[in-house]
């Protein structure tokens, strides 16, 4: 996780509060904690080859695929932020 810019307690569950209309999207990214691609500097963004996977074992309906992929995309982009901001910081 170090590698990627990830500490313990950014996969901790109890270190936040989730409004149950963003459970399923924060159990997703969660569940494809595993699935960062990485470059050079960090971590590049998620691989989305894992995803209908760990949908399917979810037991996700494809009809909410499209908006759940949605809301990952958002939760990716704001921990690729983060990641930056504190390779940056801590360099």
Known sequence: ????????????????????????????????????????????????TALPTVLELQAIPRERWGDLFEHLQIIESEALTIMSERRTKHG
Request: negative net charge.
């Open 1 to 48: 996780m170090a590698q990627i810019g990830l500490l313990p307690e950014d996969l901790d569950r109890s270190a936040f509060e989730v409004w149950g209309d963003n459970l399923v999207a924060v159990e997703t990214f969660i569940a494809m904690s595993t699935q960062w691609r990485v470059g050079a500097v960090g971590a590049t963004g998620l691989d989305y």
